[in-house]
């Protein structure tokens, strides 16, 4: 099955910074990327996500980018602000059509934390 | 619009006892998947319920079941409780025709 690697597992940046978080996926027939958000005692929030026949996408300050070759793929939060501080997960799932459309892969999670 | 909603928020349990976990998916969803959280995880897949019927599970135990009503609220249930099953169980409810999957508060289980 599916397995998703996520790095690093902890990111502490400036306000105003930059933050990376990676993860990498194994089974190359899928297709949907989506990036939540969670924040303590609450469930995960979609933040952005990305189909396989895109390479990036971007909103706001919030920006995914997909390598399919190496089954890689990233977000980029510019201009961090403390209230970025929260768990995202990284997940991957086949799409519509295929046999395990439908269940998200999750990654292992980042800790980000944005100093004032 | 409401979201996707949970019930209870928190619940306490023995092991070896039943519980049983509600649903409701977003206004005009017809997919309900349940996941499990375990402290500082991923959520994990557990199954995944369309038109009053399981279309595909994770790697759980039969102790594990769950039932999708026709207004496409669902219910999951656990047998049999393990203190390992103390986690936050997570609905998310989606189109199936869609990838798009939106996640409610979940329900915090404690099992001692």
């Known amino acids: 099955g599916e397995n998703v690697e996520q790095h690093p597992s902890t990111l502490s940046v400036q306000e105003g910074d930059s933050a990376v978080i990676k993860c990498t996926y194994s089974?190359?027939?899928?297709?949907?990327f989506p990036w939540y958000k969670q924040e303590l005692g609450k469930g995960p929030q979609l933040i952005i996500d990305i189909r396989s026949n895109v390479g990036e996408k971007k909103d706001q300050r919030i920006a995914v980018t997909l390598n399919k070759t190496a089954k890689h793929f990233s977000l980029h939060i510019t201009e961090t602000q403390p209230e970025d501080s929260a768990v995202y997960f990284c997940a991957a799932s086949m799409g519509a059509g295929g046999t395990s459309y439908g269940k998200l892969t999750f990654g292992q999670g980042t800790i980000l934390t944005v100093h004032p | 619009d409401a979201g996707v909603t949970q019930s209870p928020t928190h619940l306490i349990k023995t092991r070896g006892q039943q519980v049983t976990l509600r649903c409701s998916p977003k206004s005009g969803h017809d997919t309900v998947s349940w996941y499990q959280q375990a402290l500082g995880q991923g959520p994990q897949f557990i199954f995944q319920y369309y038109e009053e019927e399981e279309r595909q599970r994770g790697n759980f135990p039969d102790r594990f079941s769950g039932h999708q009503f026709p207004n496409y609220s669902s219910e999951l249930n656990v047998n049999a409780l393990l203190l390992g099953d103390s986690a936050l169980y997570l609905c998310a409810s989606s189109l199936l025709a869609r990838d798009t999957q939106y996640f409610g508060p979940g329900t915090r289980l404690t099992v001692l």
């Open positions: 089974d190359s027939a899928s297709n949907y």
